[in-house]
């Protein structure tokens, strides 16, 4: 199964445009947050991804909320949002946390603290793949991460982690144990989840 992956659009509807272009290639395509700026132009940057046909995973970043993010993409049937929850595409589970963790300093953010992404982590399973909007406390993170997706990935070992939410680490990518970690960015990367290689 080859994925395409990006996070971090912030509106750029150049970006989003070159995603499209880019996803018949792929069986999947998966967002990892912030498609908004700030709650501004998610709609127009959810319409520019629209044109995806292949079956699309997104979570929340800290720039929108789930339930903003579900009703942009209510007329788009490719479309399934994750916050807490799993999903199936084909024979891979995927597993989608959004927000950010920890707390961030803005008050417009859309947070969970380490104790409610612990709690909502509890159905990430073994081997699945964890779409995760912040990276895990260490790795790509510059210091930011969170401790509670840290934990899950030592705990319940998926099998790959995509994450996005500092800017500095775009590209860049780590290991929890043998567990790879990648902080994504807007130009996305394209991940052939059966090798394990990009």
């Known amino acids: 199964?080859?994925?395409?992956?990006?996070?971090?659009?912030?509106?750029?509807?150049?970006?989003?445009?070159?995603?499209?272009?880019?996803?018949?290639?792929?069986d999947v395509v998966a967002?990892?947050?912030?498609?908004?700026?700030?709650?501004?132009?998610?709609?127009?940057?959810?319409?520019?991804?629209?044109?995806?046909?292949?079956?699309?995973?997104?979570?929340?970043?800290?720039?929108?909320?789930?339930d903003a993010l579900r009703a942009a993409c209510a007329r788009w049937p490719a479309a399934r949002v994750l916050h807490g929850e799993a999903t199936e595409v084909g024979d891979v589970?995927?597993?989608?946390?959004?927000?950010?963790?920890?707390?961030?300093?803005?008050?417009?953010?859309?947070?969970?603290?380490?104790?409610?992404?612990?709690?909502?982590?509890?159905?990430?399973?073994?081997?699945?793949?964890?779409?995760?909007?912040?990276?895990p406390k260490g790795h790509v993170d510059g210091g930011l991460g969170s401790a509670a997706v840290l934990r899950a990935i030592q705990h319940r070992r998926p099998r790959l982690v995509l994450c996005g939410h500092v800017h500095e680490h775009w590209g860049e990518e780590s290991r929890v144990a043998d567990v790879p970690v990648r902080n994504l960015g807007p130009g996305g990367a394209v991940i052939d989840l059966d090798a394990g290689t990009s």
């Open 1 to 26: 199964m080859r994925l395409l992956a990006f996070s971090d659009l912030h509106c750029d509807e150049r970006a989003g445009r070159l995603l499209v272009e880019r996803s018949p290639q792929v």
């Open 31 to 66: 967002g990892v947050g912030d498609f908004a700026s700030i709650h501004r132009g998610l709609q127009e940057m959810i319409d520019v991804l629209s044109a995806i046909d292949r079956p699309v995973l997104l979570v929340p970043g800290n720039n929108e909320t789930d």
């Open 93 to 135: 589970t995927f597993f989608g946390l959004g927000g950010g963790v920890p707390v961030t300093p803005w008050d417009w953010s859309f947070d969970l603290t380490e104790q409610q992404a612990e709690r909502m982590l509890t159905g990430l399973s073994p081997g699945a793949v964890l779409l995760a909007h912040s990276p």
